[in-house]
């Protein structure tokens, strides 16, 4: 019964992280899109991997037409639950789909949005072709994955090892993760022929939350964080890797 409730209470926490973008990765994206779209008005906007469609509920919030795609059935099911909450539901359409094969026509989308999603599939560079054939000319693509060369590294081997927890396993798909880091992001935007308008790292001091409150360093290792992030030197070491980049007509 206590482990049931400790559960519990790890999902509601995790839970309120997600609905708030709290996340290091949607506030990442949140960054580089700002100085290049100021607003999100008329936009269409495309998440893949949208999980509970916090992202996509967000977006239709700023008033933008914005498509959540997952191959996760209960995920889309409680993404939709989240665009009723917000009273979004019409703004905003959620699909069950594979990332490998987007049910849309050539450059219909203006912004792809895929966080810490590419990981998790295989053939991720047949998935990140699919993302440059719907953006628009001019369009962007954003995508953010965890970084093996950082401090995540230890989390990336106990979650390969251990799996993640059941109540993540029960919405997301992420039975599997393949190595990312800066190096290989790079060459898969690199692949498509677009332009790199930033890449940048985030989360630079990832450590266990449980440490992270026991010892109060929440202030400190945000700011420590926040500064290393503004330095391209570091770029390449933050937790997640964040790349904002532009389709150019051909």
Not at 176 to 203: A, M, P, Q
Request: proline letters at 2%.
């Amino acid at each position: 019964m206590q482990t049931q409730k400790k559960q519990d209470e790890k999902y509601r926490t995790w839970y309120e992280t997600k609905i708030t973008l709290q996340d290091p990765w949607y506030k990442l994206i949140l960054r580089m899109l700002r100085p290049v779209v100021a607003d999100m008005t008329g936009k269409r906007v495309l998440e893949v991997g949208c999980g509970l469609g916090v992202f996509c509920t967000h977006i239709a919030r700023e008033n933008g037409e914005a498509i959540g795609l997952d191959i996760s059935r209960s995920a889309i099911l409680k993404a939709k639950d989240l665009s009723r909450q917000f009273g979004v539901q019409d703004k905003v359409e959620f699909v069950v789909t594979d990332a490998r094969s987007l049910p849309f026509v050539e450059r219909s989308q203006d912004i792809i949005v895929c966080s810490e999603v590419l990981e998790h599939i295989e053939n991720h560079q047949q998935a990140f072709h699919e993302f440059a054939r719907v953006a628009d000319n001019s369009g962007y693509i954003v995508l953010t994955v965890p970084n093996l060369i950082s401090s995540l590294f230890f989390e990336v081997v106990f979650f390969m090892v251990m799996g993640q927890p059941k109540y993540v396993q029960k919405y997301l798909n992420v039975e599997k993760e393949y190595v990312f880091h800066y190096f290989k992001v790079k060459r898969l935007v690199n692949s498509e022929r677009l332009n790199i308008v930033d890449i940048r790292g985030t989360d630079y001091v990832h450590v266990h939350p449980k440490i992270i409150k026991f010892f109060r360093l929440g202030e400190i290792s945000n700011i420590v964080s926040n500064e290393l992030e503004n330095k391209k030197s570091w770029r390449f070491l933050g937790a997640n890797i964040g790349v904002i980049a532009q389709k150019t007509a051909k």
